[in-house]
């Protein structure tokens, strides 16, 4: 069984850069896409960004060019660092994985999650 523990949220000031990282034990994490989601209070969750195995990206318009993703296989950690944060960026942000890289999007169903990290942006 797979599990995922996300890490480092907290609150920052508008602006500013904040790093998620994910870690995952149970599997190697070489052999999962991974990708970052998010849910602000009393929205639906939202797709953010996807890894692939082969390290291809994807980002939602919302974040392209403010986020990146990157994974580091000899950690089993995948990582989301986040610039020039905006308070719509305040949400609980959650790891999720699959074998299968399509899965992650909006209106997928990915076969692990975690159990999610706040981060609060202050304007």
């Known amino acids: 069984q797979v599990r995922l523990v996300e890490s480092g949220g907290g609150l920052v000031q508008a602006e500013n850069s904040l790093r998620l990282s994910c870690e995952a034990s149970?599997?190697?994490?070489?052999?999962?896409?991974v990708a970052w989601f998010r849910q602000a209070p009393g929205k639906e969750r939202e797709f953010v960004a996807r890894v692939g195995k082969t390290a291809i990206t994807y980002y939602s318009d919302s974040v392209l060019g403010r986020f990146a993703i990157s994974r580091d296989n000899a950690n089993n950690k995948v990582y989301l660092q986040m610039s020039r944060l905006a308070p719509e960026d305040t949400a609980v942000y959650y790891c999720a994985a699959d074998r299968a890289y399509a899965s992650l999007r909006d209106g997928g169903n990915p076969q692990y999650w975690g159990q999610g990290t706040q981060v609060t942006v202050s304007s």
């Open positions: 149970g599997r190697p994490i070489s052999d999962l896409a």
